[in-house]
């Protein structure tokens, strides 16, 4: 498995505002992924962060309101910006150590709520 | 368009009693079948997982049991304690193009053990 940690565990922001939440794991992976859990849903991928290259974002997902870092193997960053109480869930970091990997871990999440 | 469709939304069980939940998908391109246990406050934590090559797979309490031609998966937990009090996930993965393997999860499934 993965030792996945994110920072921060939990937030609360303001309307209009941006959060940039951070995802180490503790050995280098192929594969990064974010995910959105709204209260009591399921999980939504957001992008994939890719090395050194743009993140490629799902449907219904844009890179101005959600950029992506990914500088290295081992580290990714989440901007959640411009926000909205529609912004408010659990942010979930997501890796596998190659593209054919089956096994995909997960992060301990960021709760972020927005008044 | 719900591409797995798990039930119950929610399942009481008594201690000692079998928790089983069901899910369901139509794309026969998915070829990895895991199962995630998330406890309140935590991240997904992958729990068991199956691929279509077997019917069955048991980790200690814990198995799953597969119907390809049904196209059905579903979870059982043996002996079910309060401890196993989460929200269960069904997933599947499938190739959406070049090695771009993606999970797509169910609704999941809230359950309770009573002592």
């Known amino acids: 498995s993965a030792v996945i940690s994110q920072k921060p565990s939990r937030d609360i922001c303001q309307r209009g505002t941006s959060l940039t939440i951070q995802c180490q794991v503790d050995?280098?992976?192929?594969?990064m992924f974010w995910y959105r859990q709204q209260p009591g849903q399921s999980l939504t991928l957001i992008a994939t962060?890719?090395?050194?290259?743009?993140?490629?974002?799902e449907s219904g997902f844009v890179i101005d309101k959600f950029p992506i870092s990914r500088p290295n193997l081992t580290f990714s960053t989440l901007t959640v910006s411009n926000m909205s109480p529609e912004d408010s869930s659990i942010y979930l970091c997501?890796?596998?150590?190659?593209?054919?990997?089956?096994?995909?871990?997960f992060g301990p999440g960021t709760r972020l709520t927005v008044t | 368009q719900q591409q797995v469709k798990q039930s119950p939304q929610s399942l009481i069980v008594q201690k000692g009693g079998i928790s089983i939940i069901n899910c369901a998908y139509e794309n026969t391109a998915f070829d990895y079948f895991p199962w995630y246990q998330q406890f309140p406050g935590k991240g997904p934590a992958l729990l068991i997982a199956?691929?279509?090559?077997?019917s069955e797979k048991k980790e200690g309490r814990f198995t799953i049991s597969f119907n390809k031609s049904a196209k059905q998966f579903s979870l059982h937990i043996m002996d079910s304690q309060p401890g196993d009090s989460a929200t269960y996930f069904c997933a599947a993965r499938r190739d959406s193009g070049g090695s771009n393997y993606k999970l797509t999860f169910g609704k999941g499934t809230l359950l309770t053990v009573n002592p």
């Open positions: 997501s890796v596998r150590r190659s593209s054919e990997s089956y096994e995909q871990y």
């Open positions: 050995s280098q992976v192929t594969m």
């Open positions: 199956i691929r279509p090559d077997v």
């Open positions: 962060a890719n090395q050194g290259s743009e993140a490629t974002y």
